[in-house]
C-alpha cells in the first residue's frame, strides 16, 4: 500500500464535482454529432475491410460516397445496408460506389426497417468478435498468468518494419517487458484513413493496421507461453481515425491504447470537436473490448514546466477520469498518465516529483496509472541519464505506481539500441528488487513537504477546474490552458468531416454502445458489462 | 604550449577512452577477442575489456578501455566561430528600437510531419529555456510561433502576409534525413516564392544538424543542440539590423 497523503476528501469531492460540469458541455456535443471516423469504424465492425489499388480503404470509399450524396448526418448506415439489397456483400457495393455506379437514399417504411435489421446484424458480427477476443484475453490470463510484480513493465518497439518489430518484441519480452507498445509512423494521425496489410516501412515508428495488430498479437501469445506470463500489446487510439483504430483493435485483441481525450487537439492540432466526438466513440468501444486505456498527461509536462503546470496534470486525469466513465470505463481500464518531467536542477526536485506522483495514485486508487519516464531533461549525457532514469523506477516504485514505461538513457539521442533497452531493464529490474517492499516504509509526515505540496498542487487544480466550468472547456483549450498550446473549436484538421447529428440520426454500433457502456459515474459498478 | 592533443584519463598524454559497443555474437572467448580486435583496428593501443554481458540470443555487449594511439593538431579543427557578438535582451531591443525602427517580425514554425515543438517553443515561447525568456518576451520582436506540422506551402504564405524579417524553422525527427529534405524544400520555397532582396532571413534549428551546412541546404544559418534565445536574437539583429545598416 502507498503512502496516504492527508487530502480532504470535501476537496477531493468538489475536485470530481467541477471536472463533471466542465465534461458535460463536451459530452453533449459528442452526443449530438458524428464523424466520418465514426461512421467508417460502423463499416468496419460490419466487417468490410481492404483497400483500392492507391491504398485507399474502402471503408473510406464507401463513406465518402454516401457522405457526397446525402452526407453524414443521418448516419451511413440505413443508406449503405438499403443499397446493399442489390448487391451481394459490402466489398461489392464499395467497389461499385467507388466507381460512382450506385445511388445512395435515405430509405422509409417497410425498407428502412429492413435496411436497419440487416445493419444490425451485420454490426453485432464486429462486437461478437470484440467479445470474443475479450474472453480469449480473459482465458489467457487465466491460463498464462500475469505479471508477478506491479508495476507492469512496458517497452517501446519502433523499426517501421513489423517483421522486425516481432522478434525485437519478443526478445523485449523475455528481457522483462510485460507489455510492448508498438510505435506507430510519424505523421499517422494526420492521415484520414487506416493503411492496410503488413507494413514494412515507417518514420520513426510502424503503422497502425489491422494485419499488423493481428501479427504482432499472434507472436506475444507465442512468447506469453514461453515466459509464463500474458504479455499484453499496445498502440495508438488517436489522430483522426481514432475510432476506426479501436475498432481494429478490439477485434484483434489489443490489451492497451493510448487514448487521450485531447492530445489530438493540443498536440497535432486535430479540430476539437472532432477529437470529443471519435474520442467517446472510440472509448466506448475500449470498454466494451475490456482494452485499458492509456491517457496522455506526460505530453503536456514536455511543453509546460513541471512544476508551475503539475495542477494542469491532475486537471486532465479528474477530465480524462470523467470522460472515461462518462463512455462507459470502469477504473480498472483507466490508465491515466504522469510523468517525472521535473527540471532535476529544481532544488528538491525528487521530494516533487514524489508528492505529485503520490497525489495521482492517492486520488485515482483503482486505476492502473501509468507513470512515464523522463524526456524533456534527458541531455545526451547518457550516464546522468542512467541516473535520472533509476530515480524514476524508485519514484514508480516508492508511490505504486502500475504501469512503469522503461526510460532510456539515450532518450533524446538515438532509437534505442539494443544495448540501451538492456542496459534499461538491468536500472528497473535493480530498483523493482532492491526497494519491492520500500512503499510500506515509506510515510511522508502529515505536516511535511510532500503532503503540503500534494495539497497545494490539488487546490490549484480544484482553482483551474472552477475556471474551466466558468469559461468552458472549448475557451480554456482555445486559450491555451494545457501544454501552451492555444487551440480554437473551428480550428484544426479534420473539421470538414464533423456533422451534427439529424433528428432521425441512426447508428447501430453507437446504439449498440450507448446500451452497453452505461455511464460509471450513474449506474452502480454491477450493471456494468 | 603544444596545440597537438590526446584524449586525457588521468594522467597527460596517457591518451585513455572507454567505449561501449554491441557484437552480434554469443558471448564466449572468441566474442571477447573479436571485441578487443575491433579496439585495436579502432586505434587502441593496450585495450582492456573491462566488461562483457550477453544480450538476448546471439548478442554481446562489452566496455572497453584503452589508449587512443591518434592524435589531435587543435590548427586544424574547422569550426563555425560565432561571428556576431552576444547581446541582452536590452541590448537586442535597444538596437532593433534605434536602427530599424520598427518592430522585426519573426515567424516560427516545425515543418512536415514533425510533431516536436520543444525546440521551436524552447526558442519562442516567453517560457523560453535555459534560464533564458524566449523571444516572445522580447519587446522589439513580433513572433508568430505557427507550431507543429506546418506544410511549406502554408509556412511561405504566412511569412509573405507578415512581412517577416526572419523564419525560424526546428526540426527534430530526423528519421531518413527527413530534416535535410524539409530544410532544402523550404529553402527552395522561399526562392521560388520571393526574390533576393525580399527574402526573409532562413534560419533552421535541431539537434541533428551539421552548423556547416548551411549553404548546402540553402539557408542562412543553422543553430544546433545548446542554442539559447538570446543567441538568436543576437544573430537576428546581427544580420538584420546592424551589418545592413553598414552595408547600407
Not at chain 1, 407 to 430: C, F, H, K
Not at chain 2, 32 to 51: P, S, Y
Given at each position: 500500500?502507498?503512502?496516504?497523503?492527508?487530502?480532504?476528501?470535501?476537496?477531493?469531492?468538489?475536485?470530481?464535482?467541477?471536472?463533471?460540469?466542465?465534461?458535460?458541455?463536451?459530452?453533449?456535443?459528442?452526443?449530438?454529432?458524428?464523424?466520418?471516423?465514426?461512421?467508417?469504424?460502423?463499416?468496419?465492425?460490419?466487417?468490410?475491410?481492404?483497400?483500392?489499388?492507391?491504398?485507399?480503404?474502402?471503408?473510406?470509399?464507401?463513406?465518402?460516397?454516401?457522405?457526397?450524396?446525402?452526407?453524414?448526418?443521418?448516419?451511413?448506415?440505413?443508406?449503405?445496408?438499403?443499397?446493399?439489397?442489390?448487391?451481394?456483400?459490402?466489398?461489392?457495393?464499395?467497389?461499385?460506389?467507388?466507381?460512382?455506379?450506385?445511388?445512395?437514399?435515405?430509405?422509409?417504411?417497410?425498407?428502412?426497417?429492413?435496411?436497419?435489421?440487416?445493419?444490425?446484424?451485420?454490426?453485432?458480427?464486429?462486437?461478437?468478435?470484440?467479445?470474443?477476443?475479450?474472453?480469449?484475453?480473459?482465458?489467457?490470463?487465466?491460463?498464462?498468468?500475469?505479471?508477478?510484480?506491479?508495476?507492469?513493465i512496458?517497452l517501446?518497439?519502433?523499426?517501421?518494419?513489423?517483421?522486425?518489430?516481432?522478434?525485437q518484441a519478443q526478445a523485449a519480452a523475455k528481457a522483462g517487458a510485460?507489455?510492448?507498445?508498438?510505435?506507430?509512423?510519424?505523421?499517422?494521425?494526420?492521415?484520414?484513413?487506416?493503411?492496410?496489410?503488413?507494413?514494412?516501412?515507417?518514420?520513426?515508428?510502424?503503422?497502425?493496421?489491422?494485419?499488423?495488430?493481428?501479427?504482432?498479437?499472434?507472436?506475444?501469445?507465442?512468447?506469453?507461453?514461453?515466459v509464463?506470463?500474458?504479455?499484453?500489446?499496445?498502440?495508438?487510439?488517436?489522430?483522426?481515425?481514432?475510432?476506426?483504430?479501436?475498432?481494429?483493435?478490439?477485434?484483434?485483441?489489443?490489451?492497451?491504447?493510448?487514448?487521450?481525450?485531447?492530445?489530438?487537439?493540443?498536440?497535432?492540432?486535430?479540430?476539437?470537436?472532432?477529437?470529443?466526438?471519435?474520442?467517446?466513440?472510440?472509448?466506448?468501444?475500449?470498454?466494451?473490448?475490456?482494452?485499458?486505456?492509456?491517457?496522455?498527461?506526460?505530453?503536456?509536462?514536455?511543453?509546460?514546466?513541471?512544476?508551475?503546470?503539475?495542477?494542469?496534470?491532475?486537471?486532465?486525469?479528474?477530465?480524462?477520469?470523467?470522460?472515461?466513465?462518462?463512455?462507459?470505463?470502469?477504473?480498472?481500464?483507466?490508465?491515466?498518465?504522469?510523468?517525472?518531467?521535473?527540471?532535476?536542477?529544481?532544488?528538491?526536485?525528487?521530494?516533487?516529483?514524489?508528492?505529485?506522483?503520490?497525489?495521482?495514485?492517492?486520488?485515482?486508487?483503482?486505476?492502473?496509472?501509468?507513470?512515464?519516464?523522463?524526456?524533456?531533461?534527458?541531455?545526451?549525457?547518457?550516464?546522468?541519464?542512467?541516473?535520472?532514469?533509476?530515480?524514476?523506477?524508485?519514484?514508480?516504485?516508492?508511490?505504486?505506481?502500475?504501469?512503469?514505461?522503461v526510460?532510456?538513457?539515450?532518450?533524446?539521442?538515438?532509437?534505442?539500441?539494443l544495448?540501451?533497452r538492456d542496459i534499461a531493464l538491468q536500472?528497473v529490474r535493480?530498483?523493482?528488487?532492491?526497494?519491492?517492499?520500500?512503499?510500506?516504509?515509506?510515510?511522508?509526515?502529515?505536516?511535511?513537504?510532500?503532503?503540503?505540496?500534494?495539497?497545494?498542487?490539488?487546490?490549484?487544480?480544484?482553482?483551474?477546474?472552477?475556471?474551466?466550468?466558468?469559461?468552458?472547456?472549448?475557451?480554456?483549450?482555445?486559450?491555451?490552458?494545457?501544454?501552451?498550446?492555444?487551440?480554437?473549436?473551428?480550428?484544426?484538421?479534420?473539421?470538414?468531416?464533423?456533422?451534427?447529428?439529424?433528428?432521425?440520426?441512426?447508428?447501430?454500433?453507437?446504439?449498440?454502445?450507448?446500451?452497453?457502456?452505461?455511464?460509471?459515474?450513474?449506474?452502480?459498478?454491477?450493471?456494468?458489462? | 604550449?603544444?596545440?597537438?592533443?590526446?584524449?586525457?584519463?588521468?594522467?597527460?598524454?596517457?591518451?585513455?577512452?572507454?567505449?561501449?559497443?554491441?557484437?552480434?555474437?554469443?558471448?564466449?572467448?572468441?566474442?571477447?577477442?573479436?571485441?578487443?580486435?575491433?579496439?585495436?583496428?579502432?586505434?587502441?593501443?593496450?585495450?582492456?575489456?573491462?566488461?562483457?554481458?550477453?544480450i538476448g540470443d546471439?548478442?554481446?555487449?562489452?566496455?572497453?578501455?584503452?589508449?587512443?594511439?591518434?592524435?589531435?593538431?587543435?590548427?586544424?579543427?574547422?569550426?563555425?566561430?560565432?561571428?556576431?557578438?552576444?547581446?541582452?535582451?536590452?541590448?537586442?531591443?535597444?538596437?532593433?528600437?534605434?536602427?530599424?525602427?520598427?518592430?522585426?517580425?519573426?515567424?516560427?514554425?516545425?515543418?512536415?510531419?514533425?510533431?516536436?515543438?520543444?525546440?521551436?517553443?524552447?526558442?519562442?515561447?516567453?517560457?523560453?529555456?535555459?534560464?533564458?525568456?524566449?523571444?516572445?518576451?522580447?519587446?522589439?520582436?513580433?513572433?508568430?510561433?505557427?507550431?507543429?506540422?506546418?506544410?511549406?506551402?502554408?509556412?511561405?504564405?504566412?511569412?509573405?502576409?507578415?512581412?517577416?524579417?526572419?523564419?525560424?524553422?526546428?526540426?527534430?525527427?530526423?528519421?531518413?534525413?527527413?530534416?535535410?529534405?524539409?530544410?532544402?524544400?523550404?529553402?527552395?520555397?522561399?526562392?521560388?516564392?520571393?526574390?533576393?532582396?525580399?527574402?526573409?532571413?532562413?534560419?533552421?534549428?535541431?539537434?541533428?544538424?551539421?552548423?556547416?551546412?548551411?549553404?548546402?541546404?540553402?539557408?542562412?544559418?543553422?543553430?544546433?543542440?545548446?542554442?539559447?534565445?538570446?543567441?538568436?536574437?543576437?544573430?537576428?539583429?546581427?544580420?538584420?539590423?546592424?551589418?545592413?545598416?553598414?552595408?547600407?
Amino acid at each position: 500500500m502507498p503512502a496516504e497523503l492527508p487530502l480532504d476528501p470535501a476537496v477531493v469531492a468538489q475536485a470530481r464535482r467541477l471536472a463533471a460540469k466542465a465534461a458535460q458541455p463536451v459530452v453533449d456535443l459528442a452526443r449530438s454529432h458524428t464523424t466520418v471516423s465514426v461512421e467508417r469504424a460502423t463499416l468496419r465492425l460490419a466487417g468490410l475491410t481492404g483497400a483500392d489499388p492507391d491504398g485507399i480503404p474502402w471503408v473510406n470509399r464507401l463513406a465518402d460516397a454516401v457522405q457526397a450524396q446525402v452526407g453524414i448526418e443521418h448516419g451511413i448506415a440505413l443508406p449503405v445496408f438499403h443499397a446493399l439489397k442489390d448487391f451481394p456483400d459490402l466489398d461489392r457495393l464499395a467497389h461499385a460506389a467507388a466507381a460512382d455506379g450506385v445511388r445512395f437514399a435515405l430509405p422509409t417504411g417497410n425498407d428502412a426497417r429492413a435496411a436497419r435489421e440487416r445493419a444490425q446484424a451485420a454490426v453485432q458480427q464486429g462486437f461478437d468478435r470484440i467479445d470474443r477476443s475479450r474472453g480469449r484475453r480473459d482465458q489467457l490470463v487465466a491460463e498464462i498468468g500475469d505479471p508477478s510484480q506491479r508495476p507492469w513493465i512496458y517497452l517501446i518497439v519502433a523499426t517501421g518494419d513489423i517483421y522486425e518489430d516481432i522478434p525485437q518484441a519478443q526478445a523485449a519480452a523475455k528481457a522483462g517487458a510485460d507489455v510492448i507498445a508498438v510505435i506507430r509512423s510519424t505523421g499517422q494521425s494526420l492521415l484520414d484513413y487506416v493503411p492496410e496489410g503488413a507494413t514494412r516501412e515507417g518514420f520513426a515508428g510502424t503503422y497502425a493496421t489491422g494485419e499488423n495488430f493481428r501479427l504482432m498479437r499472434a507472436a506475444l501469445d507465442e512468447t506469453s507461453r514461453e515466459v509464463g506470463r500474458y504479455i499484453r500489446l499496445t498502440n495508438y487510439a488517436s489522430g483522426l481515425c481514432m475510432p476506426e483504430i479501436a475498432a481494429l483493435a478490439g477485434m484483434h485483441r489489443l490489451d492497451m491504447m493510448l487514448n487521450d481525450s485531447m492530445y489530438g487537439i493540443l498536440f497535432r492540432d486535430i479540430n476539437p470537436i472532432r477529437t470529443f466526438v471519435d474520442q467517446r466513440f472510440s472509448r466506448q468501444v475500449h470498454a466494451r473490448a475490456g482494452i485499458i486505456i492509456n491517457t496522455g498527461e506526460d505530453n503536456y509536462l514536455t511543453t509546460a514546466d513541471a512544476v508551475e503546470a503539475a495542477h494542469t496534470v491532475t486537471v486532465s486525469q479528474l477530465l480524462n477520469e470523467r470522460f472515461a466513465h462518462e463512455a462507459g470505463l470502469p477504473d480498472p481500464l483507466l490508465g491515466l498518465g504522469h510523468a517525472f518531467e521535473i527540471n532535476p536542477e529544481v532544488p528538491e526536485s525528487f521530494r516533487l516529483e514524489l508528492a505529485h506522483a503520490l497525489l495521482a495514485r492517492q486520488l485515482f486508487p483503482d486505476a492502473p496509472l501509468k507513470w512515464m519516464p523522463p524526456t524533456k531533461h534527458m541531455t545526451g549525457d547518457v550516464f546522468r541519464g542512467n541516473l535520472l532514469d533509476g530515480f524514476f523506477n524508485l519514484a514508480g516504485v516508492m508511490t505504486g505506481q502500475s504501469i512503469l514505461l522503461v526510460g532510456m538513457m539515450t532518450e533524446a539521442v538515438v532509437t534505442p539500441w539494443l544495448s540501451d533497452r538492456d542496459i534499461a531493464l538491468q536500472n528497473v529490474r535493480y530498483v523493482l528488487s532492491a526497494c519491492a517492499g520500500l512503499a510500506e516504509d515509506f510515510h511522508p509526515p502529515k505536516d511535511g513537504f510532500i503532503a503540503n505540496r500534494a495539497n497545494q498542487v490539488l487546490g490549484e487544480a480544484v482553482e483551474l477546474l472552477g475556471k474551466i466550468v466558468d469559461d468552458g472547456l472549448l475557451n480554456a483549450i482555445a486559450d491555451g490552458t494545457f501544454g501552451i498550446m492555444k487551440r480554437p473549436a473551428d480550428g484544426g484538421r479534420g473539421l470538414d468531416g464533423v456533422a451534427q447529428r439529424a433528428p432521425d440520426y441512426w447508428n447501430p454500433a453507437a446504439e449498440e454502445l450507448d446500451r452497453t457502456s452505461p455511464d460509471q459515474d450513474a449506474a452502480p459498478k454491477e450493471a456494468a458489462r | 604550449m603544444s596545440r597537438i592533443v590526446r584524449p586525457y584519463g588521468d594522467t597527460t598524454g596517457d591518451g585513455m577512452v572507454q567505449l561501449s559497443f554491441t557484437l552480434p555474437v554469443p558471448h564466449d572467448k572468441r566474442a571477447e577477442g573479436a571485441a578487443l580486435q575491433l579496439a585495436a583496428k579502432m586505434g587502441l593501443d593496450g585495450a582492456m575489456l573491462v566488461h562483457a554481458k550477453p544480450i538476448g540470443d546471439g548478442y554481446t555487449f562489452f566496455v572497453v578501455y584503452g589508449a587512443s594511439t591518434h592524435l589531435v593538431n587543435l590548427d586544424e579543427v574547422k569550426v563555425v566561430e560565432k561571428d556576431y557578438p552576444h547581446l541582452s535582451p536590452k541590448e537586442v531591443n535597444d538596437a532593433i528600437r534605434e536602427r530599424l525602427g520598427r518592430k522585426l517580425c519573426v515567424v516560427g514554425a516545425c515543418i512536415g510531419t514533425d510533431a516536436h515543438t520543444v525546440g521551436i517553443d524552447a526558442i519562442l515561447n516567453i517560457k523560453g529555456v535555459a534560464g533564458e525568456k524566449g523571444l516572445e518576451y522580447y519587446r522589439e520582436l513580433r513572433v508568430v510561433n505557427l507550431g507543429a506540422q506546418v506544410a511549406v506551402p502554408d509556412l511561405v504564405n504566412r511569412a509573405v502576409d507578415e512581412e517577416a524579417d526572419a523564419v525560424l524553422v526546428s526540426q527534430v525527427v530526423t528519421q531518413k534525413d527527413a530534416h535535410l529534405h524539409n530544410t532544402r524544400e523550404m529553402a527552395a520555397a522561399f526562392r521560388e516564392a520571393l526574390p533576393p532582396g525580399r527574402r526573409p532571413l532562413l534560419v533552421v534549428g535541431g539537434p541533428r544538424f551539421d552548423e556547416g551546412a548551411a549553404n548546402d541546404l540553402g539557408v542562412d544559418r543553422i543553430f544546433t543542440r545548446g542554442t539559447t534565445p538570446s543567441d538568436v536574437a543576437s544573430y537576428l539583429v546581427h544580420r538584420l539590423v546592424t551589418s545592413r545598416e553598414t552595408a547600407a
